[in-house]
C-alpha cells in the first residue's frame, strides 16, 4: 500500500533561514504530488502540486519543491522564511490503481515554528 | 464565493451513538471528499462523492458511510461511534472528478467522543 513519510515532525528556525521539509511516499505507479499548509486556525489550503512536466514546482509565497522520481521525493523548500510561515505542513501523494481508483494519502505533517 | 462549510463546527457524543456530519461545497463544485485528521495518523482519506455517487474510498470500517444529495451537499455518517473516533473531520471540494483540480478544504467538524 501506498504510503507517505514526512521525517520532521517539528521544525524550528529563525526568520531569514532556509527551510526544506522532507516528504517521500512509496508507490510504483504514476504519482501526483501536494503540499498543503495549514496556519493557526485556518483551513487547510494548497501550497503547490506536481502532475508532469518540469520536476521543480513554483507555488504560493515563494515554496517551491522538487520532484525527484529516483528518490521518491518531494521535498519543500523556501531560501528565507518569514514569522507567518509557521504552520503545519502537509505532504500527499495521488495515486490510481489499475482499477482507476484513486487515492489521497497524506504524511503525517511537520510543525514549522519560525522564531523572530 | 462563499468557500466549504461544514456543520456543526463541535460536536461531542458518546460511545455507541451515531452521528451526521454536514458539508456544504463551493459552489458549482460537483465533488467533495472526505478525511479524518487525527494527531497520531493524521489526515486519512474516508471517501469521495461525485454527482451523488461514492467514487473513491478509504480503509475504514463499514460503520463510516457517506453520501451526496443532487446539490453536491454532502453528509458523513458514523455509526456506534468508538472513542477512537474522536477526530477533525475535514470536507473537500473540487469543481469536478479530475484529479488536476484543486481540492478547498472546509474548517473541519471536530468530534469528541465521549
Known amino acids: 500500500a501506498q504510503s507517505v513519510s514526512q521525517h520532521n515532525h517539528h521544525v524550528i528556525l529563525s526568520e531569514a533561514a532556509s527551510l526544506e521539509l522532507g516528504c517521500n511516499y512509496s508507490?510504483?505507479?504514476?504519482?501526483?504530488l501536494f503540499w498543503y499548509v495549514q496556519y493557526p486556525g485556518q483551513h487547510l489550503q494548497l501550497l503547490l502540486k506536481?502532475?508532469?512536466?518540469?520536476?521543480l514546482v513554483k507555488g504560493i509565497k515563494g515554496f517551491e519543491a522538487e520532484f525527484i522520481k529516483s528518490k521518491f521525493s518531494f521535498n519543500l523548500r523556501k531560501p528565507s522564511v518569514q514569522w507567518s510561515d509557521t504552520a503545519e505542513y502537509f505532504c500527499?501523494?495521488?495515486?490510481?490503481?489499475?482499477?482507476?481508483?484513486?487515492?489521497?494519502?497524506f504524511g503525517t505533517g511537520t510543525r514549522l515554528t519560525i522564531i523572530p | 464565493k462563499a468557500g466549504v462549510t461544514q456543520t456543526p463546527r463541535y460536536l461531542i457524543k458518546t460511545r455507541g451513538q451515531q452521528v451526521t456530519l454536514s458539508c456544504s461545497p463551493i459552489?458549482?463544485?460537483?465533488?467533495v471528499s472526505w478525511y479524518q485528521q487525527t494527531p497520531g495518523q493524521g489526515l486519512q482519506f474516508l471517501f469521495e462523492?461525485?454527482?451523488?455517487?461514492?467514487?473513491n474510498k478509504g480503509n475504514f470500517p463499514g460503520r463510516f458511510s457517506g453520501r451526496q444529495f443532487s446539490n453536491s451537499r454532502s453528509e458523513m455518517n458514523v455509526s456506534t461511534l468508538e472513542l477512537g473516533d474522536s477526530a477533525l473531520y475535514l470536507c473537500?471540494?473540487?469543481?469536478?472528478?479530475?484529479?488536476?483540480?484543486?481540492?478547498?478544504f472546509g474548517p473541519g467538524t471536530r468530534l469528541t467522543v465521549l
Open positions: 508507490y510504483g505507479g504514476t504519482v501526483n
Open positions: 462523492y461525485f454527482s451523488e455517487t461514492q467514487r
Open positions: 473537500a471540494s473540487m469543481t469536478g472528478p479530475a484529479s488536476t483540480d484543486t481540492q478547498y
Open positions: 506536481y502532475f508532469s512536466g518540469d520536476p
Open positions: 459552489s458549482g463544485h460537483r465533488s
Open positions: 500527499a501523494v495521488l495515486t490510481r490503481s489499475n482499477f482507476g481508483n484513486e487515492k489521497l494519502t
